[in-house]
């Protein structure tokens, strides 16, 4: 199966389809008792991009923290924002999806159709890192609750729903996010455009503790031709605070 990739900028040459490949055929499941390991085989069985697919709208495990990251352009898919379950539970401080290519610019990649979450309130997580991107896209996702289950918190500085570090044309749409942190923006390490030509729309966002903000943004990022827009809610609802717009 191939699904289409926008073009890079900067004249990078970036394939224009990516090959997609089912996790369950590398020994994930909803069965499993931790899918690292089958996540990181899907990943690996293609050289370049690839799209990895859960089919089943059931609850697929996993375990370690800092233990999946993607140096190329990966794609995750679901099969139904609600039905199909991550659930992160972690034994130490960390992130649970990392988007990178370490000192260079990562062209496409995104995760959709899928909710995360956790039963852990005691480490601090990261749901998404997402650093120097280009051409990134989330969409139709939940994180830190889906029908009634419980925040994305605990740590110290709190757990944060996505991180992101720059870099550019990037999409995210149909978000629910329940959250210390829902959303954090932060400084480009590798390039001064830290939000550049980015599309945030149709937002749900739920600060799950007091003191922390919808999204924080932190000191020194710079934004340029950026949109948010569509239906966004966001609320603060420990504090008894509620903001529209």
């Not at 990181?40 to 370690?64: H, I, K, N, R």
């Not at 140096?71 to 679901?78: A, P, Q, R, Y």
């Given at each position: 199966?191939?699904?289409?990739?926008?073009?890079?900028?900067?004249?990078?040459?970036?394939?224009?389809?990516?090959?997609?490949?089912?996790?369950?055929?590398?020994?994930?499941?909803?069965?499993?008792?931790?899918?690292?390991?089958?996540?990181?085989?899907?990943?690996?069985?293609?050289?370049?991009?690839?799209?990895?697919?859960?089919?089943?709208?059931?609850?697929?495990?996993?375990?370690?923290?800092?233990?999946?990251?993607?140096?190329?352009?990966?794609?995750?898919?679901?099969?139904?924002?609600?039905?199909?379950?991550?659930?992160?539970?972690?034994?130490?401080?960390?992130?649970?999806?990392?988007?990178?290519?370490?000192?260079?610019?990562?062209?496409?990649?995104?995760?959709?159709?899928?909710?995360?979450?956790?039963n852990d309130s005691t480490y601090a997580k990261i749901a998404f890192s997402v650093n120097d991107v280009t051409n990134f896209r989330m969409q139709n996702v939940t994180c830190g609750w889906v029908n009634g289950g419980v925040y994305w918190v605990g740590g110290t500085g709190g757990s944060t729903c996505l991180f992101t570090r720059g870099r550019e044309a990037s999409i995210f749409d149909n978000?629910?996010?329940?959250?210390?942190?829902?959303?954090?923006?932060?400084?480009?390490?590798?390039?001064?455009?830290?939000?550049?030509?980015?599309?945030?729309?149709?937002?749900?966002?739920?600060?799950?503790?007091?003191?922390?903000?919808?999204?924080?943004?932190?000191?020194?990022?710079?934004?340029?031709?950026?949109?948010?827009?569509?239906?966004?809610?966001?609320?603060?609802?420990?504090?008894?605070?509620?903001?529209?717009?």
């Amino acid at each position: 199966n191939q699904i289409p990739v926008l073009p890079g900028s900067g004249g990078a040459a970036v394939p224009t389809t990516i090959t997609s490949v089912v996790i369950t055929n590398f020994g994930g499941g909803c069965a499993v008792a931790d899918n690292t390991a089958a996540l990181l085989l899907a990943v690996a069985s293609v050289s370049g991009p690839v799209e990895v697919t859960f089919p089943s709208s059931c609850v697929y495990t996993f375990t370690q923290a800092n233990a999946i990251t993607f140096s190329k352009s990966v794609f995750i898919k679901g099969a139904d924002m609600y039905g199909t379950v991550l659930r992160y539970t972690p034994t130490a401080n960390g992130t649970f999806l990392n988007w990178s290519a370490g000192l260079g610019q990562l062209y496409g990649g995104g995760f959709s159709d899928i909710s995360v979450v956790t039963n852990d309130s005691t480490y601090a997580k990261i749901a998404f890192s997402v650093n120097d991107v280009t051409n990134f896209r989330m969409q139709n996702v939940t994180c830190g609750w889906v029908n009634g289950g419980v925040y994305w918190v605990g740590g110290t500085g709190g757990s944060t729903c996505l991180f992101t570090r720059g870099r550019e044309a990037s999409i995210f749409d149909n978000l629910t996010f329940n959250a210390d942190k829902p959303i954090e923006i932060g400084l480009n390490q590798h390039n001064g455009g830290s939000v550049d030509h980015w599309h945030f729309s149709n937002l749900y966002l739920s600060a799950g503790t007091a003191g922390y903000s919808i999204i924080t943004v932190d000191p020194g990022v710079t934004w340029s031709d950026t949109t948010f827009d569509g239906y966004n809610r966001s609320e603060e609802r420990r504090v008894g605070k509620e903001c529209r717009s």
